[in-house]
T-cell receptor, first 117, second 115 residues
Framework: DARVTQTPRHKVTEMGQEVTMRCQPI?????VFWYRQTMMQGLELLAY????????DSGMPKDRFSAEMPDATLATLKIQPSEPRDSAVYFC???????????????FGQGTRLTVV | AQSVAQPEDQVNVAEGNPLTVKCTYS??????LFWYVQYPNRGLQFLLK??????LVKGSYGFEAEFNKSQTSFHLKKPSALVSDSALYFC?????????????FGQGTTLQVKP
């Protein structure tokens, strides 16, 4: 059963520490999204990769956040240094280009619940 | 720029009644539209999509959605609601003239189905 895998599921860290969240997209998918979900802001798109290249990271605070895809099976989102306002659920999703259509649905992981104290 | 609006924060319906969750979109070029559902402490699950073709699309769990190009809407519907349908529903759009395929979500609508 193909699915997007995110680790860790939960993370509690102290302010100022580095946080790394990992995502394994579904095998064969060529697009990866990172989203942040909070009660106030809803689902915000942080970064978007296609074929491992970043296409859009305009939603990501550049001073402390970074997103990479070192290979096709791993996407990472790092926060350094972390702040309490970064507390949220971070979702990774992957998708592919469908036959005859540019864009198909994206499949979501279970998320990483980050708490920065 | 593409955007999605879900005008209702919450929709309340009685079990057995029809339900509608509203969504309007803004995108240049052809829209690719999606509905997702999120249960507490879970990721988003895909329900249905409109890519091309019939304006009425059917999805999982008895849900359907109607694409209306002139009204730029993609409302989610179900003929008979179940208590187990209570969840958070998101509308999303991909597309745009730049064709980057960015997937943008609305703010979400909480559906409450009462017995």
């Amino acid at each position: 059963d193909a699915r997007v895998t995110q680790t860790p599921r939960h993370k509690v860290t102290e302010m100022g520490q580095e946080v790394t969240m990992r995502c394994q997209p579904i095998l064969g998918h060529n697009t990866v999204f990172w989203y942040r979900q909070t009660m106030m802001q809803g689902l915000e798109l942080l970064a978007y990769f296609r074929n491992r290249a970043p296409l859009d990271d305009s939603g990501m605070p550049k001073d402390r956040f970074s997103a990479e895809m070192p290979d096709a099976t791993l996407a990472t989102l790092k926060i350094q240094p972390s702040e309490p306002r970064d507390s949220a659920v971070y979702f990774c999703a992957s998708g592919s280009r469908g036959q005859g259509a540019w864009y198909t649905e994206a499949f979501f992981g279970q998320g990483t619940r980050l708490t920065v104290v | 720029a593409q955007s999605v609006a879900q005008p209702e924060d919450q929709v309340n319906v009685a079990e057995g009644n029809p339900l509608t969750v509203k969504c309007t979109y803004s995108v240049s070029g052809n829209p690719y539209l999606f509905w997702y559902v999120q249960y507490p402490n879970r990721g988003l699950q895909f329900l249905l999509k409109y890519i091309t073709g019939d304006n009425l699309v059917k999805g999982s769990y008895g849900f359907e959605a109607e694409f209306n190009k002139s009204q730029t809407s993609f409302h989610l519907k179900k003929p008979s609601a179940l208590v187990s349908d209570s969840a958070l529903y998101f509308c999303a759009v991909r597309g745009g003239s730049s064709n980057t395929g960015k997937l943008i979500f609305g703010q979400g609508t909480t559906l409450q189905v009462k017995p």
